[in-house]
């Protein structure tokens, strides 16, 4: 007699749940929304996401006098006796110095992370509502420019070619904190998840129900597995002499921007969205669109608020809602 077997092969489905956690970090707050297959998993994926946001900022921070960047920074101080000629660093501190010379690089200087000396005087300038003095922005201009160091890639050794050259990467740590966090919450399994800190954002796989971002009243659409940073200076200037400054400096010029705007950029990292809004909010809206155009996968909107006049890339990939 002969028997049939037949062997049945049953899928097995993962039911998820939606979780969602804040903490503040790097001066913002950090919410982490995702799909997990508990509540452990979650908690568990998200301290140690929340944990990585901790640890970059004691690295990258340039409040912190004995933060990794701080300390590197000052071996190449005139102060410092017998100063090193490179510096190793830390592998996460050399990847986002190396992002920011390629930022640097091919936004012509508007990106700039030596842009620190001009910061200090704007953050002065900020509280006291008066323009830096001319001598001052002429001696920080001097310790200002992609060209004053250089970075060995082969031995993560960094050189500094001018005393007193200081770091600022406010223009970049945050959205290379999310995508660390955002890789280290993947290694649970977890794809479906959503890093905002402080509105510069990066998505996994979408939900059921989608992920929305919204832009503004008019401006929204569904997505997933990109980034999305935005700079601007609708709510962060000062008016010195009845002009407007952006709290965003123009690293040539050294002072605020006074041409108000806002800039959306859409691309596959946080590093690449959070760097390239700084870059093209310094840029004129028309360089500012070429640089976009040349880059894959990237999109942006620039919104000049005078006259509301829109500049966006053929690749912007938002959409205006009914």
């Given at each position: 007699?002969?028997?049939?077997?037949?062997?049945f092969?049953?899928?097995?489905?993962?039911?998820?749940e939606?979780?969602?956690?804040?903490?503040i970090?790097?001066?913002?707050?950090?919410?982490?929304?995702?799909y997990?297959?508990?509540?452990?998993?979650?908690?568990?994926?998200?301290?140690?996401?929340?944990?990585?946001?901790?640890?970059?900022n004691k690295?990258?921070?340039d409040?912190?006098?004995?933060s990794?960047?701080?300390?590197?920074?000052?071996?190449?101080?005139?102060?410092?006796?017998?100063?090193p000629?490179?510096?190793?660093?830390?592998g996460?501190?050399?990847?986002?110095?190396?992002s920011?010379?390629?930022?640097?690089?091919?936004?012509?200087g508007?990106?700039?992370?030596?842009?620190?000396?001009?910061?200090r005087?704007w953050r002065r300038?900020?509280?006291?509502?008066?323009?830096?003095?001319?001598?001052?922005l002429?001696?920080?201009?001097?310790?200002?420019?992609?060209?004053?160091w250089?970075?060995?890639?082969?031995?993560?050794r960094?050189q500094?070619?001018?005393?007193?050259v200081k770091?600022?990467?406010?223009?970049?740590?945050?959205g290379?904190?999310?995508?660390?966090?955002?890789?280290?919450?993947?290694?649970y399994g977890?794809?479906?998840?959503?890093?905002d800190?402080?509105?510069?954002i990066r998505?996994?796989n979408?939900?059921?129900?989608?992920w929305?971002?919204n832009?503004?009243?008019?401006?929204?659409?569904?997505?997933?597995?990109i980034?999305?940073?935005?700079?601007?200076?609708?709510?962060?200037?000062?008016e010195i002499?009845?002009?407007?400054?952006?709290?965003?400096?123009?690293?040539?010029?050294?002072?605020?921007?006074t041409i108000s705007c806002?800039?959306?950029?859409a691309?596959?990292?946080?590093?690449?969205a959070d760097?390239?809004?700084?870059?093209?909010?310094?840029?004129k809206?028309?360089?500012?669109?070429?640089?976009?155009?040349?880059?894959?996968?990237?999109?942006?909107?620039i919104?000049?608020?005078?006259?509301?006049?829109i500049?966006?890339?053929?690749?912007w990939?938002?959409?205006?809602?009914?």
């Amino acid at each position: 007699m002969t028997f049939l077997i037949w062997f049945f092969f049953v899928p097995t489905f993962f039911v998820t749940e939606r979780f969602e956690f804040e903490e503040i970090h790097m001066g913002v707050p950090v919410r982490i929304i995702l799909y997990a297959e508990s509540a452990e998993t979650a908690q568990a994926a998200t301290k140690e996401a929340f944990e990585r946001f901790r640890v970059l900022n004691k690295i990258m921070s340039d409040y912190d006098s004995e933060s990794e960047l701080s300390e590197l920074c000052a071996q190449f101080d005139s102060s410092v006796p017998n100063p090193p000629e490179t510096v190793t660093v830390s592998g996460d501190l050399f990847a986002v110095l190396k992002s920011a010379k390629y930022f640097s690089n091919i936004s012509d200087g508007a990106f700039d992370i030596t842009v620190s000396p001009f910061v200090r005087l704007w953050r002065r300038s900020r509280r006291q509502k008066e323009l830096p003095k001319q001598q001052y922005l002429d001696r920080a201009r001097e310790l200002v420019g992609n060209q004053l160091w250089t970075l060995d890639e082969s031995a993560h050794r960094i050189q500094i070619l001018k005393s007193g050259v200081k770091f600022d990467l406010g223009g970049i740590a945050k959205g290379y904190a999310i995508d660390r966090a955002f890789e280290t919450i993947q290694k649970y399994g977890i794809e479906t998840v959503l890093i905002d800190a402080g509105g510069d954002i990066r998505i996994g796989n979408a939900p059921p129900d989608g992920w929305k971002i919204n832009l503004n009243s008019k401006e929204t659409m569904p997505m997933e597995n990109i980034a999305i940073a935005t700079s601007g200076d609708r709510f962060q200037f000062v008016e010195i002499n009845g002009v407007k400054y952006s709290h965003i400096i123009d690293p040539k010029t050294g002072l605020g921007l006074t041409i108000s705007c806002t800039v959306h950029v859409a691309a596959p990292t946080a590093t690449e969205a959070d760097a390239l809004a700084s870059a093209v909010a310094v840029l004129k809206p028309e360089q500012g669109i070429a640089l976009i155009e040349t880059l894959k996968n990237v999109s942006a909107k620039i919104i000049l608020h005078q006259n509301d006049q829109i500049f966006q890339s053929k690749k912007w990939k938002f959409i205006v809602s009914e």
